[in-house]
């Protein structure tokens, strides 16, 4: 598989999962979706991870994002590890996790970087949309643990982009003041963001966040 790319469609697969056989795009639906492996089970950065992700289960629900998990474990040992993960976080899992012991959908998504590792998969994660396209990729090296508070701050991005002709600026948060893309002539954005906007320089137009 060639290297996926930012709006390429997400490659589809059938996999076993802690919750039962998945195929992931019906399974995905119409939602957003967060496809998220980690290197090995049983290894302290990715326990902390999975009860964050678990516990985070609130939010990823208010923004219609499922999540669902992998690495080259088995099932068996994806469910042993699911009491580590609550005794040492307090979280129980609550998204699947794919056992791919076959390497057949780390290999689809490039997730075993060889010059990382040859046998296990790297911390990438792949936002994608309701359109089954790639939002977003992510690629982290197995000695450091994701944020994900960033991945939720993305995805609030990603999905105010998608309805409106914004874009957010650096370490915008939801609810802060975003940008009026280049694009939109000043006679649309009277149109379009009735508020008005601060014109910074005449390509720089802040204006509210449009839907709050
Ligand atoms: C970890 O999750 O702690 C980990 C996994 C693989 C290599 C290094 C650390």
Known sequence: MATLRLGDDAPDFTAETTEGTVNFHEWKGDSWAVLFSHPKDFTPVCTTELGRVAALKDEWDKRNVKVIGISVDTSESHEGWAQDIKDVTGATLNFPLISDSEKKVADLYDMIQPNASDTTTVRSVFVIGPDNKLKLSLTYPASTGRNFDEILRVIDSLQLTANYKVATPVDWKDGEDVIIVPAVSD????????????????????TPQPNK
């Not at 006679?187 to 390509?203: L, S, V």
């Open 187 to 206: 006679e649309e954005a009277k149109e379009k963001f009735p508020k008005g906007w601060d014109a910074k320089k005449p390509y720089l137009r802040v």
